[in-house]
């Protein structure tokens, strides 16, 4: 008999799926290689239902790139050359796409949406084994994964057909179910995962190596996502503590830069790294060099990139200070210096860094600053080569995994809803000191009025979080814990005043901690949708990185202008 773990290695061959789709048919075709049962199959044994979640998310491979361009190229924290394709021209200045670009966008969504749904409708999660219905974590990760993709799909368009049943093509789609705009379906949305929200994803064990755990998204964190959006701000803060709490995350100290008594030793070591080694939720790729994947380090590191840091953005983490401090907190070298260590910072010597996101490379148009992300967690590979990249001289570096969540997100994600909640000072904990007992104990840090309720998404006193430490430390250094000029809660009796404020370092903190990553439009939409000037907050900040910014915000003063057409 076949071992569970020789089946699960076999699964390796969906995982690798072929770059483009040329039709619909293709696209949207019920017998490809995503799927590994008869068309009359039911889904009744767990071989058959990993096999079933396994083959979609080769066709969940075609989305993250896409995840990651859609949702940069309309934010603020990236700009597009003119050597970038047209179609990311076009989206990063919102404007109209041609008819085969727009069409070919649409159809990788509804595949994926279209095998979930056929899956999800031939799994029998009655099926019951020593008493646990042993279905149940391969339904709840692909009912998951088609919410996810919906979600995505209502992000780039505005709209998305609430599709939970076979669909044959795009037209048909959105013929059959209609669509709906982006506040609708996320109550949809929401509603839909409301009975998942206890429920685990599988685990496989290694596969390729990764955890298999990585491959699915919890149903308790899309969901934070979602009430986190439609103002549930309480109902959010609980989702993301579930994860947090069930899985032990913590911001750890090992990724916080410091000081040592030499110059600058592990100012931002480590950081660079963090992309892959907190990532909590992925789409995997092969470790076969021939097999698809993404094109994020060709399209971020070349000599020719398709998307730049925004100029604003290097400029104002360059400008930033860092209050830097040993992890002995020996005081003689304490002090400030420029630049937010994730970015371009100087020395004590005066010598300024290339960042941790970005490199000083020479390009068609002079030095600039590229997004090294993607770079940085690549695979090289010197048996191939990348004769269009000249910055890769020993083989082509091939992404392997794009992160959709990693633990910052959540933690960031905790504080805005938290905030939101009326609770910003505990908010403010999350970046400057991080939630552990410690910290909530001590009322110049954490209000005790807002700890008073004793709301079970508040309790940080497990020893797990004695570990957590603040998100911006790993910017500004460990001495922000301890700096009381800069980095500190305004007084006002105003808590409206407040909460916005805090909200706005937020939001800092993301495109600092976060940033290039593919959720930056998201976060922006949903903050800005909390605030009574949406969507005018969002649309200055998008507008931030345009010669012309006053037209710009002109433009996209209807937030119909936002989506892609």
């Not at 919906?150 to 780039?156: H, M, R």
């Not at 990532?279 to 698809?292: E, R, T």
């Not at 994947?293 to 983490?317: G, K, S």
């Not at 009574?532 to 931030?544: D, E, L, N």
Request: some cysteine; proline content about 4%.
């Amino acid at each position: 008999m076949i071992s569970m773990k020789k089946r699960i290695y076999g699964l390796l061959a969906p995982l690798c799926l072929l770059a483009g789709m040329t039709a619909c048919e293709d696209a949207l075709d019920t017998t490809s290689e995503g799927y590994v049962f008869d068309k009359d199959h039911s889904l009744s044994a767990a071989n058959d239902s990993l096999y079933s979640a396994m083959g979609i998310l080769s066709r969940l491979q075609t989305l993250g790139e896409k995840y990651v361009t859609y949702g940069e190229l309309r934010g603020d924290l990236v700009s597009v050359p003119a050597t970038a394709p047209l179609a990311y021209q076009r989206i990063n200045a919102f404007e109209t796409l041609d008819a085969e670009d727009a069409a070919g966008m649409k159809r990788d969504f509804y595949s994926v949406i279209n095998n979930c749904n056929i899956a999800l409708a031939r799994m029998d999660t009655t099926v019951t084994e020593h008493g646990s219905q042993v279905l149940m974590p391969e339904y709840a990760a692909i009912r998951t994964m088609r919410d996810w993709t919906l979600l995505q799909l209502g992000l780039a368009y505005g709209e998305a057909s609430f599709a939970d049943g076979p669909i044959l093509d795009v037209e048909a789609a959105e013929s059959n179910y209609g669509s709906i705009a982006l506040d609708e379906l996320v109550r949809k949305l929401i509603a839909d995962l409301e009975p998942l929200a206890a429920r685990n994803t599988p685990n496989y064990g290694n596969i390729d190596g990764f955890s298999s755990k990585l491959f699915f998204i919890k149903p308790a964190l899309l969901l934070g996502d979602l009430y986190l959006y439609n103002g549930n701000y309480r109902e959010a803060a609980a989702m993301y503590y579930k994860v947090i709490k069930d899985e032990g995350y913590v911001v750890s100290v090992d990724n916080a830069n410091h000081w040592t008594t030499s110059v600058r030793n592990e100012s931002i070591d480590g950081h660079s790294q963090t992309y892959t080694s907190e990532a909590v939720s992925i789409i995997p790729y092969a470790s076969d060099a021939k097999k698809y994947h993404p094109d994020m380090v060709n399209l971020t590191y070349n000599r020719t990139p398709a998307f730049t840091p925004a100029t604003w953005f290097v400029n104002e983490m360059s400008a930033s200070q860092h209050y830097h401090i040993d992890r002995l907190g020996i005081t003689n070298i304490s002090g400030y210096l420029e630049g937010d260590l994730r970015g371009a910072m100087t020395d004590r010597d005066g010598v300024t860094t290339p960042s941790a996101y970005g490199d000083i490379k020479t390009g068609t148009d002079g030095s600039e600053c590229l997004i090294t992300k993607f770079m940085f967690n690549g695979t090289l590979y010197s048996s191939v080569t990348n004769p269009n990249n000249p910055l890769m001289e020993n083989g082509a570096i091939l992404c392997r995994s794009i992160a959709l969540y990693r633990i910052p997100h959540i933690y960031l994600r905790y504080a805005e809803a938290v905030n939101r909640a009326g609770k910003p000072s505990l908010a403010f904990a999350v970046l400057k000191y991080g939630l552990r007992s410690e910290v909530l104990d001590d009322e110049t840090k954490v209000a005790p009025e807002e700890l008073a309720a004793q709301e079970a998404w508040t309790n940080f006193s497990d020893p797990t979080f004695d570990r957590n430490y603040g998100t911006a430390m790993r910017g500004r250094g460990l001495g922000i814990a301890v700096e009381q000029t800069d980095y500190v809660l305004p007084e006002t009796d105003d808590k409206d005043e407040l909460i916005e404020w805090v909200e706005d370092r937020i939001l800092d903190e993301m495109a600092s901690e976060t940033g290039f990553e593919g959720n930056r439009f998201f976060d922006l939409l949903r903050i800005s949708r909390h605030r009574a000037a949406h969507p005018q907050y969002m649309v200055k900040k998008i507008a931030r990185r345009f010669d012309n910014p006053a037209a710009i915000e002109s433009k996209l003063s209807d937030i119909s202008a936002l989506w892609i057409k």
